[in-house]
C-alpha cells in the first residue's frame, strides 16, 4: 500500500515526511509507469506506420500457387514492390529496399 500523503499524515499525528525507502520507491513506479507508457505508445506508432496490406511470404507463395496476378515493379532508387491484381482494388502487398 502506497504511504499516506504528508498532510494527512500530519492529520493522523504521523511524521510529515516520507522516508526515503518511499520516496525511492514511489520515483522508481513513476519511471516504471512512464517507460511502460512510452513502449505502448510506441507499439502502437508502430503498427499505425505498417502498411496494413503486408503480406509474409507464407501467404505470397499461396498467392503463387493459386496462380493469382502478382506483379513485382523495381525503381531505380532500387525499391521494388509487389502488386495484388486480384484484389478488388491494385494493393500493393510489400515493399523491399535496399540490395537483395
Do not use: I
Not at 512510452?38 to 503486408?54: D, F, G, I, M, P
Amino acid at each position: 500500500a502506497a504511504p499516506a500523503a504528508p498532510a494527512a499524515a500530519e492529520a493522523e499525528g504521523e511524521p510529515a515526511e516520507f522516508t526515503e525507502v518511499d520516496k525511492e520507491r514511489l520515483a522508481l513506479e513513476a519511471h516504471l509507469a512512464k517507460r511502460r507508457a512510452a513502449e505502448e505508445a510506441r507499439r502502437k506508432k508502430e503498427q499505425e506506420t505498417r502498411n496494413r496490406w503486408w503480406t509474409s511470404w507464407e501467404t505470397l507463395e499461396k498467392r503463387v500457387q493459386k496462380k493469382r496476378w502478382m506483379v513485382l515493379t523495381a525503381s531505380a532508387d532500387h525499391t521494388c514492390k509487389l502488386w495484388d491484381l486480384e484484389s478488388r482494388d491494385d494493393k500493393m502487398r510489400f515493399t523491399l529496399t535496399g540490395y537483395h
